[in-house]
């Protein structure tokens, strides 16, 4: 695991040196152990390095001889031991290291972009030809991990997170307003954009192309959408067999491409749990849990289910249990790990937790993308609401208008009157609705919160992707869309940088690329299943997997996600603070934003209105965030 940075344009070595040398700098928490930089005149990249493979060597940038390619290299392949037995069966030979790193780079020298279909893994890797003056990019199928680059039609660079860019010295710090807009809709920066302008994501499965005085030149390697195959012999057994093995061997590779200890983050929900249960399965014991809890207790701690599963594994179980305090602490610190304005609240634990690991171990597993993928959350709502509207809209006429019969569909905070649409065939639905996780500042809400500013709608980011969707079934659509935004852009983004904060490892055998693939092609059932006339499961194929794996009190407790108490503390006890951060001397938002529209919003927040606190916490981050980035003197 490490951090890349690299420079492209009209510099000299020296200049080149200098620039690269001060991105590294700024990103030394993802790489501790190691660094290394090249530079000639017009390009040169480095790399800071967290040793987890090949300790002793595997230093970056690697070279090829025959080809005098070099990388720099961010992730894991997991299954590079595999490759390079392939490779040298294939003769290629004059190995120097034992890294998954000059795997990579052997397997692109030998099969070019073709080459990374072969990568299991999450990476963002740089390979230089020096000879072509041309620069290769590109980014792990699932975005597990980030990879930034920015370009003002002269100059390129690239790093693995955008406070590395900022800190070459060569870039102007202007806001992106359009992207500052959607983020108060999200509570995270959607899309291609970033935070900054001229600096922008290299989307997952994607690579880029860029030589020496030209333009970048993306195209996608890899495409998995959600669309099930129409299989008239589903066998739910064989689901459960082709399950099982995909997925322990997904948690095996995670646990053997390691030349360190590994660690679990558990939770006490089933997907965490059903990790540390595979790795017992899969014959490895005694290994380390962590887990986090606030001392409001009650909701917003599940650590007694934790330990209830590290003991029936027989793992060693850490906890952390954080205060008010800790967490407004902390505040400030996350905002500055996630470079861009992120106001799921949950980062906070993340950092803590991953903290606690890294004084254990330097690797952890995590459930990142079961929900996304096996279909969680509320979709057992979603899916028995969509089969009545399947059953009724067979029936003619005045049966249509059935908004009455169906007070609500979606999961829970997507919900919407099924009567506006009832008439509309259900692949339409989403479409016309445009459900999504996190919902907080509407386009009317945002024009009287800022005054003079109207921007693009936030929901067109959504509306593309539905559009995008190539399934007709709604689950399916949904799924499609939260594998490609809210997963990529808040969950993933959120365990790299509050886990390499703490200098540590967070690997998702959830997101095993070919588990992606088995699944996104299962029927509904597979995944939400009907119990009878009005009960569903989620994640059915799982809770399966653990019967006799995990304890039933943890298969059959309904979903928390990461729970955190920050609401309620606005209604009790904290509204004076909140009103402080964004209202007080020197903020950034009453400088900003219309200063009735926040009281109004901190007011229905401090009566126990969850929506609204949700948007005042979203303001609360921008707030910090401003003012950490010098963001004000950019708008």
Not at 466 to 491: H, I, N, R, T
Request: proline share 4%.
């Amino acid at each position: 695991m490490c951090g890349i940075v690299g420079i492209l344009g009209k510099f000299s070595r020296e200049e080149a040196m200098a620039a690269v040398q001060r991105m590294n700098g700024a990103i030394v928490h993802r790489g501790p152990d190691d660094d290394g930089t090249w530079a000639e005149d017009g390009f040169a990249f480095g790399m800071r390095r967290l040793s987890i493979i090949d300790l002793s060597g595997g230093k970056q940038p690697i070279w090829d001889d025959k080809t005098g390619n070099g990388i720099v290299f961010n992730g894991e392949v997991y299954n590079y031991r595999s490759l390079k037995k392939d490779l040298m069966d294939k003769g290629v030979g004059s190995w120097k290291t034992e890294s998954d790193t000059e795997v990579v780079l052997k397997t692109l020298v030998r099969f070019g972009t073709d080459g990374i279909a072969g990568l299991n893994g999450m990476f963002g890797f740089a390979l230089w030809d020096p000879k072509k003056e041309s620069l290769l990019l590109a980014r792990d199928r699932m975005g597990v991990k980030p990879l930034y680059y920015y370009w003002d039609g002269k100059t390129f660079l690239f790093a693995s997170e955008i406070k590395a860019i900022l800190a070459s010295g060569l870039v102007e710090r202007r806001i992106n307003k359009q992207a500052m807009w959607d983020y108060l809709t999200y509570r995270y920066v959607p899309g291609t954009e970033s935070i900054w302008q001229n600096i922008y994501r290299l989307e997952p499965g994607h690579l880029m192309r860029i030589k020496a005085g030209g333009e970048p030149e993306i195209e996608r390697y890899w495409f998995c959408d959600v669309v099930a195959d129409e299989d008239e012999t589903f066998s739910e057994e064989r689901a459960d067999e082709e399950f099982a093995t995909l997925f322990l061997d997904a948690v095996e590779l995670r646990l053997v491409a390691s030349d360190v200890p590994v660690g679990v983050f558990l939770s006490g929900g089933l997907d965490s749990s059903a990790i540390a249960a595979a790795a017992v399965e899969l014959g490895h014991s005694n290994f380390h849990t962590f887990s986090v809890g606030f001392d409001t207790g009650g909701y917003y701690s599940e650590l007694s289910y934790a330990k209830q599963v590290a003991e029936h594994v027989g793992a060693r179980y850490h906890e952390i249990v954080l205060g008010r305090e800790d967490f407004l602490r902390m505040l400030p610190e996350i905002v500055v790990a996630c470079d861009e304005p992120m106001a799921d609240l949950s980062v906070i634990p993340v950092l803590a937790l991953s903290r606690l690991a890294r004084e254990h171990v330097k690797v952890v597993l995590s459930g990142e993308g079961s929900d996304e993928v096996l279909a969680g959350y509320q979709f057992d709502e979603a899916e028995r609401a969509w089969d009545r509207v399947r059953r009724l809209q067979r029936l003619p006429g005045a049966a249509l208008r059935i908004g009455a019969s169906l007070s609500r569909f979606g999961p829970s905070g997507l919900h919407r009157k099924a009567e506006k649409v009832a008439g509309d065939p259900l692949e339409r639905w989403n479409r016309l609705q445009l459900p999504h996780i996190t919902i907080n500042f509407g386009q009317q809400e945002k024009k009287e919160l800022w005054p003079g500013e109207t921007r693009l709608d936030s929901l067109r980011v959504l509306a593309a992707q539905y559009e995008g969707a190539l399934s007709k079934d709604p689950l399916q659509q949904m799924l499609s869309v939260y594998q490609k935004d809210w997963l990529v852009e808040d969950l993933l983004m959120k365990a790299d940088k509050a886990s390499m904060a703490a200098s540590l490892e967070a690997r998702t055998p959830f997101l095993d690329y070919r588990l992606v693939q088995w699944a996104n092609r299962q029927p509904n059932q597979v995944k939400v299943k009907r119990l009878d006339r009005s009960r569903y499961e989620t994640k059915s194929v799982l809770r399966r997997f653990c019967q006799g794996r995990v304890p039933r009190t943890i298969i059959d407790r309904p979903k928390r996600g990461f729970p955190d108490p920050a609401n309620v503390w606005l209604k009790d006890g904290l509204g004076h603070w909140a009103e402080d951060t964004l209202l007080g001397p020197g903020s950034a938002s009453g400088a900003i934003f219309d200063r009735a529209a926040i009281l109004n919003v901190l007011a229905d927040a401090k009566s126990g209105n969850e929506p609204a606190a949700n948007r005042i916490w979203s303001l609360i981050v921008l707030e910090y965030w401003l003012k950490a980035w010098d963001g004000i003197s950019a708008l």
